[in-house]
């Protein structure tokens, strides 16, 4: 593996399918067009709306979703992590599924998130991803590449399981992707904390894309994509705005912090 660009994409998706994809699709060419060779689109990118609502267009949204990464990822010769979107499960509920589709549009690694988001939150805000998500296998999903890196998926509330990215790691992982629609509440405490500490305690790169702003009438995200070295340094911050960050994956930079700070290698547990 060389020196690359890669980029975490910010949107600020709505329950409404044509708009997301067109403002996704903006947002990637731009990105190839600056060079990146690997991108990343956050949670929910293709709909972010009311459970009801996604659940109804739930087969509409998988099939354009899945398509439009495929398409998209051979038109511009990059490898892209589409983020996630709902794919049936057969028992009337859906996988909160992420895709990895390489440069000939291809999928190399699928992953549905396996710790889902049922939380009670103050002033009322209160979230039941499980009434209509079914979870994943808990099997951590690692790929392999010599071009890219070995990356490792997960799904934004599996940010709070140290245990799924540490298997990752010790699997052979260097890139740990975290695409996310973090709620505003608990992303103004918590989001970049974890994210810095996923890194640091893997002493790996991750890449966090995350939706931002208000999403309907009862939806508002944190934004903030982030990108973080090894060594906790966040090398770019999405802040608030729709849009994209990049940041180089240097493997002397990675090589570098596991010499000087060989944790993975002490393990005792």
């Known amino acids: 593996m060389e020196t690359y660009k890669a980029a975490a994409v910010q949107m600020n998706s709505q329950p409404n399918i044509e708009h997301n994809l067109n403002q996704a699709r903006a947002l990637v060419q731009k990105a190839a067009k600056a060079k990146t060779r690997l991108v990343c689109l956050p949670e929910n990118f293709a709909f972010l709306g009311d459970f009801d609502l996604r659940m109804q267009k739930a ?16 038109k511009y010769g990059i490898y892209l992590i589409g983020g996630s979107f709902p794919a049936p499960a057969g028992n009337d509920k859906v996988y909160n599924r992420s895709l990895l589709i390489n440069p000939e549009g291809r999928t190399v690694a699928k992953y549905d998130k396996m710790h889902l988001f049922d939380v009670d939150l103050d002033d009322g805000e209160s979230y039941r991803e499980s009434d209509f998500v079914e979870p994943g296998d808990s099997k951590p999903i690692l790929w392999k590449s010599d071009e890219i890196g070995n990356i490792g998926l997960s799904v934004c509330y599996d940010l709070r399981f140290p245990e799924l990215y540490r298997e990752l790691a010790a699997k052979g992982a260097e890139i740990l992707t975290v695409p996310s629609a973090f709620t505003q509440t608990t992303g103004e405490v918590h989001w970049e904390t974890l994210l810095r500490a996923r890194a640091i305690e893997n002493t790996s790169y991750v890449l966090a894309p995350a939706q931002t702003g208000v999403h309907g009438p009862n939806r508002k995200t944190y934004g903030h994509s982030l990108i973080v070295d090894p060594w906790g340094e966040v090398l770019a911050d999405g802040k608030e705005e729709i849009g994209f960050v990049t940041a180089d994956i240097s493997p002397n930079r990675l090589k570098k912090v596991r010499e000087s700070i060989p944790s993975l290698n002490h393990r005792r547990i």
């Open 59 to 74: 087969d509409e949204i998988h099939t354009k979703a899945e398509s439009f990464l495929k398409d998209i990822a051979a």
